[in-house]
């Protein structure tokens, strides 16, 4: 067994605290992520569940056991670093079986599991080589070549992709994913970016200023944000927030334009309206619309054009295929009323009434 | 118009040619002005009838050498200046790597006060730390010749004891104070080449399951070995050019070390045999020459590739 329960873990760093107790449990053989803007503690809290950094508060167990005391080669766990931290001075062969040479495993062992991790990630003719002698995305495999062979029950890793190209990336992502599934280890995945957690993930945990802002799977977060920061922060472009007043189903903006968000909510003040770009419709109106065109993003498959009001609120929209819209243009916007969010002013999200309720009211 | 910008573009490329070979001609008599007095050295050392004169030797002879090591103690003199020099150096270095790597690594208010401190010892004139560490020195060989009287009542036994381990002409002292001196440049360096190596490497040895001998061994040292070369370097070549500590604190001939045997042969005052003095300046070149060519190979080996796409 190799779940793993962070128990209110906290940690200090001389008195300010940047990991603000989180109480999370990753199941045997999930893929985990957790994602959030950078500095919000996420490698601080992988750090400390490889053993990197001590924890100030909370209880870490690996498979059950308590690990707040362990040292880190004895959690069974491996971590690929950021900077993948190959040893220069050692072949790519010897880097991968360090761990393995420290345990004084038989010679022909190590090379026989080395052999076979190589293997798995396209290395074998790259073994003799040393790591200046590779590319970005061969250190990459490296590296979690390391990680691997000491057939871990945890696998950690912190940002490992940030510093490969837009293209290897994509590739790497895949390759992970595969090797996840072969290998079967309980992954814990660090990122700050929002589409590797949403790709790869099992499980997401987005962190935010130390504490989760939300956990769960990957369209349940893009499906039912608790808040408008997990909101914001799953989905490209990011939802579209307005602030506004709701009386029944109309929602006023500030600018006094109106919008049917639909039933189900209770009036109030101060409310945020959201709404993703995917689920706004743009009619091109050659009367007033309200909506004036700043800039259109045109990537051939789909088109972001950037809208303002009268009083200067921003909105993206996403057009399917291309769109030639020039700067300037005044727009009708259709809001699918089905596809609504409604935050109140500290960002919580407010739920719709059933329809049961919604009629007995 | 083409051919008017061509002409003019080229008289430029040549006038800036006449002027780089002017340029280089001054240079070249300069530098072979400077470099005169050591061709003299070289030549004189195995010329037959050297003189204080630059002269073409008529003949190649190796019997100043022969007479360095044959009739005076010029084997004692190498000997002495190696141990006592080799082994400052291998203290400095195992000293500096140590301090060098904890005041890289540690976050404690008085890591820059310690750290200009060391560099102070840097900065006071050698001179004038004479008189202070010749106190602390005697005091300290009272005590240790308190102690190998009582460790044997042979007297032989305690002449030899004494010479080996005396802070005051022997070889314990003579090593230590070049040590002492050596150290702070060469904790600088080495605290500097420590600051260049990631905390990652450490953290990553210690998930492979490395005890901290190990992540020294396997891990440190080889990705600090440039860092060891250039402080080894420089503590090597000072101490060995040292003239000052060996006067100091060695009296008797057999602790005479090459920059002590040279200069009291160059100071007898009957005849100055040019061709003894240049050989001695020759193998007093040599080390330091071998020490660089050596160290060399290491300074130039740097390690890319370990960290970052
Ligand atoms: N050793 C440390 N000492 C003090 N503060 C630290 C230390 N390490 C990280 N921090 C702080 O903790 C916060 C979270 O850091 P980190 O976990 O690295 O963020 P992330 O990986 O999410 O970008 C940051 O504000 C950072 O400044
Ligand atoms: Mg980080």
Redesign the pocket.
Same mark, same amino acid.
């Given at each position: 067994m190799s779940h793993i329960e962070l128990i209110d873990i906290k940690k200090n760093?001389?008195g300010t605290e940047?990991v603000k107790g989180i109480s999370v449990t990753i199941d045997q053989g999930e893929f985990a992520v957790i994602v &959030?803007p @950078? &500095?919000? &503690?996420? @490698?601080?809290l992988l750090r400390m569940i490889a053993g990197l950094e001590d924890i100030s508060s909370g209880e870490l167990r690996i498979g059950g056991k308590v690990m707040n005391h362990v040292s880190p080669d004895q959690r069974e766990i491996a971590m690929v670093f950021q900077s993948y931290a190959l040893y220069p001075h050692m072949t790519v062969g010897e880097n991968i079986g360090f761990a393995l040479a420290l345990k004084k495993v038989d010679k022909a062992e190590i090379k026989r599991r080395v052999m076979e991790a190589a293997q798995m990630l396209e290395l074998e003719h790259l073994l003799e080589r040393k790591p200046a002698a590779l590319s970005g995305g061969q250190r990459q495999r490296v590296a979690i070549g390391r990680a691997i062979v000491k057939r871990p029950k945890v696998i950690l890793f912190d940002e490992p992709l940030s510093n490969l190209d837009a293209k290897l990336r994509v590739q790497m992502r895949t390759e992970l994913m595969r090797l996840h599934r072969e290998f079967g280890s309980t992954v814990v995945y660090v990122t700050h970016d929002q589409v590797e957690a949403m790709t790869m993930a099992q499980k997401i945990i987005v962190l935010h200023n130390g504490y989760v802002s939300q956990l769960g799977k990957p369209m349940q977060l893009y499906r039912e944000p608790e808040n408008t920061f997990v909101a914001q922060f799953i989905g490209v472009p990011k939802m579209n927030l307005l602030r506004g007043k709701l009386q029944g189903s109309s929602f006023y903006l500030q600018s006094g334009q109106v919008i049917d968000i639909g039933n189900g909510f209770t009036s109030g003040n101060d409310l945020q309206l959201g709404i993703r770009p995917e689920h706004l419709k743009l009619h091109a109106t050659s009367a007033q619309g309200g909506w004036t065109v700043d800039v259109v993003e045109r990537l051939g498959v789909e088109s972001f054009v950037h809208l303002h009001n009268a009083t200067m609120e921003q909105l993206v929209v996403r057009v399917e295929g291309d769109c030639e819209l020039a700067a300037d243009t005044q727009v009708n916007l259709q809001f699918d009323a089905a596809s609504c969010y409604l935050f109140n002013d500290k960002g919580q999200r407010l739920l719709r009434k059933p329809a049961i309720e919604q009629a007995a009211g | 118009m083409v051919a008017v910008v061509r002409s003019s573009s080229e008289d430029v490329t040549v006038t800036h040619h006449a002027s780089q070979r002017r340029a280089y001609l001054t240079l070249v008599l300069i530098s072979l002005f400077c470099m005169m007095p050591f061709f003299w050295v070289v030549l004189a050392a195995f010329d037959p009838k050297a003189s204080q004169f630059l002269q073409i030797p008529q003949g190649v002879t190796l019997d100043h050498f022969k007479n360095i090591f044959a009739n005076e103690s010029g084997m004692r003199w190498v000997l002495n200046s190696v141990v006592i020099v080799g082994s400052a150096t291998i203290l400095t270095l195992i000293f500096a790597g140590f301090g060098g790597y904890a005041l890289s690594r540690t976050q404690a208010w008085w890591k820059r006060p310690l750290l200009y401190g060391i560099i102070l010892v840097r900065i006071v004139p050698p001179p004038a730390l004479i008189v202070p560490v010749y106190k602390v020195m005697l005091f300290l060989n009272d005590w240790i010749n308190g102690l190998i009287n009582q460790f044997t009542a042979d007297v032989e036994q305690q002449q030899m004891l004494s010479r080996m381990f005396s802070f005051i002409d022997g070889y314990l002292g003579l090593i230590l104070i070049h040590c002492a001196m050596q150290l702070p440049l060469a904790i600088w360096i080495m605290k500097t080449f420590f600051d260049a190596i990631p905390k990652d490497y450490e953290e990553a040895a210690a998930l492979d399951g490395a005890s901290q001998w190990q992540t020294v061994r396997h891990v440190l040292i080889p990705l600090a070995l440039p860092g060891f070369a250039a402080a080894g370097l420089f503590a090597f070549i000072n101490a060995w050019g040292d003239f000052l500590m060996p006067l100091m604190f060695t009296s008797s001939p057999e602790l005479q070390t090459l920059p002590l045997g040279m200069f009291r042969a160059f100071l007898r005052v009957d005849a100055i045999d040019y061709g003894f003095l240049t050989a001695l300046a020759v193998i007093y070149t040599l080390p330091a020459v071998i020490a660089f060519a050596f160290a060399r190979k290491f300074l130039t080996q740097t390690f890319s590739g370990g960290v970052k796409g």
């Open positions: 760093y001389l940047v &959030g @950078s &500095g919000c &503690g996420k @490698s601080t | -």
